[in-house]
């Protein structure tokens, strides 16, 4: 497969918040993808065990200057909205610092290894969906890439997580007041042009996240 013509605008490898956003099944697609980002086992903040089937964990920790920090998961979600102007665009799936992670389709990945302001090292891979259209699948905050730019299967290691970008909020690398972390891997969708749709990537792939459900936001001592 040759390297796509129209591949990762700026808008796309740059954006983390915004607008242009879809969630349904119907406006965005579907494919069969990898049952997680992740080669082994997915990470784990609270819960001894993951549940089977599940592709991980929303990130639940939040860092807050006056030291009091949150457990918000649903911060982490598609959509949610971050300010009275803007929304999520990807989802944050905690992990942590130098975790694998993988493929989760098949198609041609474009290796970003100068840090950009928000999403540092990143990887976009574009691919088909089920009903034949394109998409553009980006990995950001990563701390280093496996190889460089070429087709990637569904299960190969391609990256580590990190804290590059605007992941770094204090507690990233390091704990927070209540031992926990907010790494995480940032995973969204886009059509392969500028200013396309983002879609939902838990809808576009089936998968569930522990967490998805979990509404809080409270102090991270009663996580």
């Known amino acids: 497969m040759d390297r796509p013509e129209i591949l990762f605008h700026d808008?796309?490898?740059?954006?983390?918040?915004g607008s242009g956003l879809r969630g349904s099944l119907t406006a965005c697609s579907t494919y069969k993808a990898h049952p997680s980002p992740f080669r082994n086992p997915y990470p784990l903040q609270l819960k001894k065990n993951p549940t089977p089937g599940y592709a991980g964990e929303l990130r639940g920790y939040y860092r807050r200057s006056d030291g009091k920090d949150r457990w918000k998961p649903s911060w982490s979600a598609f959509n949610h909205p971050r300010d009275a102007n803007s929304v999520h665009k990807g989802v944050d799936?905690?992990?942590?610092?130098?975790?694998?992670?993988?493929?989760?389709v098949e198609g041609w990945a474009e290796f970003h290894s100068t840090p950009s302001s928000d999403l540092g090292i990143r990887i976009g891979i574009n691919f088909t969906a089920a009903d034949g259209s394109k998409w553009d699948l980006l990995y950001g905050h990563l701390s280093s890439l496996v190889g460089a730019s070429r087709r990637v299967k569904k299960g190969e290691v391609i990256g580590k997580t990190g804290c590059t970008g605007n992941a770094e909020d204090g507690t990233c690398a390091t704990a927070n007041t209540c031992g926990g972390y907010s790494?995480?891997?940032?995973?969204?969708i886009k059509e392969p042009i500028s200013n396309g749709v983002y879609c939902d990537p838990l809808a576009f792939f089936g998968w569930t996240l522990d967490y998805q459900g979990d509404l809080r936001d409270v102090d991270c001592k009663n996580a």
């Open 11 to 17: 808008d796309f490898r740059e954006s983390v918040e």
């Open 93 to 104: 799936i905690y992990a942590p610092v130098g975790t694998e992670v993988v493929a989760v």
């Open 183 to 188: 790494s995480h891997l940032h995973l969204a």
